[in-house]
């Protein structure tokens, strides 16, 4: 699969992740130049095993995760901080069950760690940059990445 597969299959699992889980509607053609300017709120990152050995990350961009909490959790008031750290790494741990079939193929099978989180951008990213994508809503933006860090495994 060449890059712009990756970024593809990479977009279509994050713009269902956030249609399905955040009930959101993302902009996949929504100017991206602004989205460098908002600073980074949150990232997770799933590492896998299997057919590919890497990372999926996930990056909000914006002040938004309160409000896609409260959306995930159909709560009326503000999500507390643990709240919003358990939906990140939901997010990603969808996002990265939904990326890694449409990246390697129905068949693989892997080993998915626990999603961490961190707030702010500091997951320090390990690997070879495979693909990425970002999609806009309304307060902020989203960025999916994969980075490899081991060859195919047998």
């Not at 309160?66 to 358990?86: F, H, P, V, W």
């Not at 990213?125 to 989203?142: K, N, Y």
Request: aromatic fraction near 6%; charged fraction near 25%.
């Amino acid at each position: 699969m060449m890059t712009s597969d990756w970024d593809q299959a990479l977009r279509t699992a994050l713009c269902r992740t956030l249609e399905e889980l955040c009930f959101l509607a993302p902009d996949v053609d929504a100017p991206s130049q602004r989205w460098d300017e908002l600073p980074v709120e949150a990232c997770a990152k799933v590492g896998f095993r299997g057919a590919m050995v890497g990372q999926l990350t996930i990056r909000l961009r914006g002040h938004a995760l309160a409000d896609i909490t409260r959306d995930m959790l159909g709560a009326a008031e503000t999500a507390a901080k643990a709240d919003q750290s358990d939906c990140m790494a939901e997010i990603a741990n969808v996002t990265c069950g939904t990326a890694l079939p449409l990246l390697a193929g129905p068949r693989e099978v892997f080993d998915v760690a626990p999603p961490e989180v961190f707030w702010g951008d500091d997951a320090h990213l390990t690997g070879e940059l495979a693909g990425r994508a970002r999609v806009g809503f309304d307060s902020g933006c989203a960025e999916v990445a994969v980075y490899l860090t081991g060859p195919r495994q047998p």
